[in-house]
T-cell receptor, first 111, second 114 residues
Framework: NAGVTQTPKFQVLKTGQSMTLQCAQDMNHNSMYWYRQDPGMGLRLIYYSASEGTTDKGEVPNGYNVSRLNKREFSLRLESAAPSQTSVYFC??????????FGPGTRLTVT | AQSVTQLDSQVPVFEEAPVELRCNYSSSVSVYLFWYVQYPNQGLQLLLKYLSGSTLVESINGFEAEFNKSQTSFHLRKPSVHISDTAEYFCAVTSRTSYDKVIFGPGTSLSVIP
């Protein structure tokens, strides 16, 4: 099993550009999450999806949109990137015993 | 609302010395507690968790944490650290009524000095 995969691993955007971060899991998990990690702030939840077809806002959803394409895939879109969105983005999924499985992350720089 | 505090942002310790990483949480409901570890340039992975039962939980690589309800703490300890333990450690909490949302602490960077 590959677990949780994310693409791309690195990305540099200019202010105002858009992009989509892709995430897929092969563990048949119902719940999937997008976090951002910034120094000294831990992980902050952007959006999550408790099941296929549902999405909910987390702590910091502004400037982002998500799509739960199917049970395996959960994408995060930045419509108009801003320097404040420079961060490391992690996708995660979880099973019924609440352990979260994380992808390797995407390092995004917005100039 | 739930929150997690990790009082130490950085902890340097010599190899083979003991270490304690502190975690305190606030919640008005019963909780589940976790410690995750992040090695450089990797995602987080679960180190150990408390769901119920014994308040002392252990990991396979020698770490342990004790749930203390009266002090709302879940401190992580290891009696003798190795160079390979150098990593970022995150304490996390979720509630039994809202288990889909996990709140992470800001993290503690453990540096093991040879």
């Amino acid at each position: 099993n590959a677990g949780v995969t994310q693409t791309p691993k690195f990305q540099v955007l200019k202010t105002g550009q858009s992009m989509t971060l892709q995430c897929a899991q092969d563990m048949n998990h119902n719940s999937m999450y997008w976090y951002r990690q910034d120094p000294g702030m831990g992980l902050r939840l952007i959006y999550y999806s408790a099941s296929e077809g549902t999405t909910d806002k987390g702590e910091v959803p502004n400037g982002y949109n998500v799509s739960r394409l199917n049970k395996r895939e959960f994408s995060l879109r930045l419509e108009s990137a801003a320097p404040s969105q420079t961060s490391v983005y992690f996708c995660a999924s979880t099973d019924r015993v609440y352990e979260q499985y994380f992808g390797p992350g995407t390092r995004l720089t917005v100039t | 609302a739930q929150s997690v505090t990790q009082l130490d942002s950085q902890v340097p310790v010599f190899e083979e010395a003991p270490v304690e990483l502190r975690c305190n949480y606030s919640s008005s409901v019963s909780v589940y507690l976790f410690w995750y570890v992040q090695y450089p340039n990797q995602g987080l992975q679960l180190l150990l968790k408390y769901l119920s039962g014994s308040t002392l939980v252990e990991s396979i690589n020698g770490f342990e944490a004790e749930f203390n309800k009266s002090q709302t703490s879940f401190h992580l300890r290891k009696p003798s650290v190795h160079i390979s333990d150098t990593a970022e450690y995150f304490c996390a909490v979720t509630s039994r009524t809202s288990y889909d949302k996990v709140i992470f602490g800001p993290g503690t960077s453990l540096s093991v000095i040879p």
